[in-house]
């Protein structure tokens, strides 16, 4: 990769508008930052800027917030390029613009404007996936695309299996279903709709609050990621995402027989992993993403590893009664959509509530997780278990 970011540097001025953005795209794929190529191309894509095509420009935006390097004369003319040809951006391109302005905290008025026009021109053409592109950003007509949102989400959730699997996994008809549907996020908008299908409740903000100081209690940083690495040319990014859950539940009305927090990454692999009674679901979009190893899947496989171990013979499923809340540090997929909903349906009395971050931060904002469990007693407010709405 030194090599290839040494000739890119090289020759930087032979590269076209989709040579640029290519290039910075790949870099951001592979979540490594090399700061001296990517100021050249930086500097190139400036000076080129009106050769741009809509793709081009959201690819550019798209890398640079993926690999976390906040570089505002870019960001300036990509804004401007972008208004200019916005009648020539697709849903997906104004998403991936948004996002990057979004995970770089910077408001952009002209740029939101822009979209705003754009996609209340089009809506009524935006299918399920532009929809939750778009619903997410704070848009003038964002009420509207969420209405729209919704509707789709309503035939999302008619075909979401009504019983529990059998131990051999999801039918076929739904696995037929989510290729058919053709997306592996339903965004932040999105998943709160369906949770709303679900009656999964809203969980207090103080979780999320919670949920970050126990990650940065519970962590250590990582060395790729630190400003003075230079193997690659500069530090790497590495995505990653947290789950993080508080559980009070019994299987009786007159105590409380399980009770604690779990903290889990994605991809650490539990001791429950193996017996887990819950399915992930292959997603269309990023096939080679094994959804066994995201964070929710996992975190809802521990904790009914847990019940299974305090439960008595005779216990049943319903028995079990109480309160879970998980927090997220982005949106579910798919996949952790349906693994929610199979926990919802294997513990039925068991009230869920379910928050996430609206925009996944940037990756280096997420150090590695060192330890995966913590007491309640060290992360729960007493007062925050009021369960009346």
């Known amino acids: 990769m030194q090599s290839i970011?040494?000739?890119?540097t090289k020759k930087i001025n032979e590269y076209g508008p989709q040579d640029l953005s290519n290039t910075?795209?790949?870099?951001?794929?592979l979540g490594i930052v090399h700061y001296t190529m990517l100021g050249s191309i930086s500097a190139d894509v400036i000076k080129k800027i009106?050769?741009?095509?809509?793709?081009?420009?959201?690819?550019?935006?798209?890398?640079?917030?993926?690999?976390?390097?906040?570089?505002?004369?870019?960001?300036?003319?990509?804004?401007?390029e972008?208004?200019?040809?916005r009648a020539e951006f697709t849903a997906q391109n104004f998403g991936n613009t948004a996002w990057a302005f979004a995970a770089f905290t910077v408001e952009d008025a002209p740029l939101m404007q822009a979209i705003s026009q754009q996609a209340m021109q089009k809506m009524e053409q935006y299918d399920l996936q532009a929809l939750t592109w778009l619903a997410d950003f704070d848009l003038s007509c964002q009420k509207e695309l969420a209405k729209r949102l919704g509707q789709e989400v309503l035939d999302v959730w008619r075909n979401f299996p009504s019983d529990s699997w059998a131990s051999s996994g999801p039918d076929a008809a739904f696995l037929r279903y989510i290729r058919q549907l053709g997306i592996d996020n339903l965004g932040a908008v999105g998943d709160r709709l369906l949770f709303e299908q679900m009656g999964v409740h809203e969980a207090p903000s103080g979780l999320g609050h919670r949920a970050r100081l126990v990650i940065a209690e519970h962590c250590v940083e990582d060395p790729r990621e630190a400003p003075d690495e230079t193997t690659f040319g500069g530090p790497s990014r590495h995505k990653r995402v947290f789950s993080y859950a508080e559980y009070q539940l019994s299987f009786s009305s007159n105590q409380t027989d399980l009770e604690g927090a779990i903290l889990q990454e994605n991809g650490a692999r539990g001791a429950h992993f193996e017996t887990s009674p819950l399915h992930p679901v292959q997603l269309p979009i990023n096939q080679r993403v094994e959804r066994n190893a995201c964070s929710e899947y996992l975190l809802l496989s521990d904790l009914c590893g847990l019940i299974q171990e305090a439960a008595l013979p005779e216990r049943r499923h319903s028995d079990l009664s109480g309160t879970l809340r998980l927090y997220s540090t982005g949106p579910s997929c798919m996949s952790c959509m349906t693994a929610i909903w199979q926990f919802h349906l294997r513990y039925p009395s068991v009230r869920l509530e379910v928050g996430y971050s609206t925009v996944r931060a940037p990756m280096q904002d997420h150090p590695t997780v060192k330890l995966r469990a913590t007491t309640a007693a060290n992360c729960t407010d007493e007062d925050d278990w009021d369960l009346e709405d």
Do not use: C
């Open 50 to 80: 009106s050769q741009f095509t809509p793709q081009n420009l959201a690819n550019t935006a798209w890398a640079w917030a993926t690999l976390a390097v906040h570089d505002v004369p870019l960001l300036q003319a990509i804004t401007i």
């Open 24 to 29: 910075a795209w790949a870099y951001a794929k």
């Open 5 to 8: 970011s040494d000739q890119v």
């Open 82 to 85: 972008a208004v200019a040809k």
